[in-house]
């Protein structure tokens, strides 16, 4: 009975850096999750800003050109004004100019308001390049030193459950394992250490009796309320003796 606690203690070690180890591989996606969706998040505002710059640069140019084309038409029509033959053609004429000079007013009207707001964007554009970039990269690297320990878990439960396997194939009292199982389904540690008539794991106070059956060795003994496997602080020592080589 002695030698079963003994293994199931050394069973409960190893249980304990499995169970670590389970939460590592779903809590590291998890984690990587927000990290990508940090990243994802500067991504779109610094691409947004430039997508709006650009539409703002396109614009300026439009109105340049066209301001060009119709200044360019003004010089036209003004010289050709005096070879008009008629009044109303001359009146027509100058009415078309006119309307030509308000155009181009209106226009670069507009371009006096587009001119800061593409200098004031290129300011944000580049801080938020400057900040974000150094960001996005840090968040690559945790992710990808993330994505080495997710990897790296794989082959450390591999050898863990080798060593579970190992232990549980020098259980002879197959009934203990069973009940330790069980046990370990719903909480971890399955197995509770026994000090001062106490159970450690859930408080319960131990009958005195039990703690006496415990103390011979003769059969294994419960909890009774979390139902874990009692064991004492001695058996705990031994087991760490029989660990070393
Ligand atoms: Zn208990």
Same mark, same amino acid.
């Given at each position: 009975m002695k030698e079963t606690i003994i293994t199931l203690l050394k069973l409960s070690d190893i249980d304990k850096q499995i169970h670590q180890k389970r939460d590592d591989q779903t809590e590291i996606p998890d984690e990587n999750q927000v990290l990508t969706a940090e990243i994802i998040n500067i991504e779109n505002q610094i691409s947004t800003k430039k997508v709006e710059l650009n539409?703002? %640069?396109?614009?300026k140019k439009e109105l340049t050109n066209s301001i060009q084309l119709k200044t360019e038409w003004i010089t036209t029509r003004d010289e050709s004004i005096n070879d008009l033959?008629?009044?109303k053609e001359y009146q027509a004429a100058q009415k078309e100019i006119s309307a030509a000079k308000k155009e181009i007013k209106e226009k670069e009207n507009q371009l006096a308001i587009i001119g800061p707001k593409i200098d004031t964007l290129s300011t944000e554009s580049l801080t938020l390049m400057e900040k974000g970039e150094p960001r996005v990269a840090e968040l690559r690297s945790k992710i990808q030193e993330?994505?080495?320990i997710v990897s790296g878990v794989d082959t450390e439960l591999d050898v863990l459950n080798n060593a579970r396997n190992e232990l549980?194939?020098?259980? %002879?009292e197959k009934k203990y394992l069973k009940h330790y199982n069980h046990i370990l389904r719903k909480a971890i540690p399955a197995i509770s250490l026994l000090e001062n008539g106490i159970c450690t794991e859930c408080g319960t106070r131990v009958l005195p009796q039990t703690i006496n059956l415990l103390k011979v060795g003769q059969s294994m003994q419960y909890c009774t309320r979390?139902?874990?496997i009692l064991y004492l602080h %001695?058996?705990?020592e031994e087991a760490k003796v029989t660990e070393q080589p």
């Open positions: 539409d703002l %640069e396109i614009l033959r008629t009044q993330n994505n080495k549980v194939s020098h259980i %002879e979390c139902k874990r %001695e058996m705990l």
